[in-house]
């Protein structure tokens, strides 16, 4: 288990009830791409995999991301950085398909990332 880091404004899910209601609110399609903003330790992860085949997930705690890996291998397409230097016109270009953003994002951030979103 990894212990949330204060300089990345970290701060996991814990309880599966809200976890599985914010995955159900999102109505996703098997033909949707997802992309999760910072996985973490995979709450949210867990139950994205489930229901899609299609899931990417932009973690930029290495350790995180080792945890990820070790937990959901191929399931999880995972990229290790910084999210505001992603490209998300890259994934709908690949796959030609919706794409759908989630992610448990620290306040700090919320608003760069929101603006980040609606440039791509």
């Given at each position: ?11 996991f ?27 973490g ?20 705690d ?5 945890l990820?890996?070790?937990?959901f ?7 290790i ?5 992603v ?7 690949e ?11 620290p ?14």
């Open positions: 288990m990894i212990a949330p880091k204060k300089s990345l404004g970290q701060h899910l814990k309880d599966e009830n809200i976890v599985r209601k914010i995955v159900q609110s999102l109505q996703l399609k098997n033909t949707d791409v997802v992309v999760e903003i910072g996985s330790r995979g709450a949210l992860t867990k139950y994205l995999v489930e229901q899609n085949d299609h899931v990417i997930g932009i973690e930029v290495s350790g995180a991301a080792g990820l890996r070790e937990n291998g191929g399931k999880l397409k995972i990229i950085g910084d999210v505001l230097r490209d998300l016109t890259e994934f709908f270009r796959r030609n398909r919706k794409l759908r953003v989630v992610g448990n994002i306040y700090y951030i919320t608003s760069e990332i929101l603006f980040w979103l609606f440039d791509q």
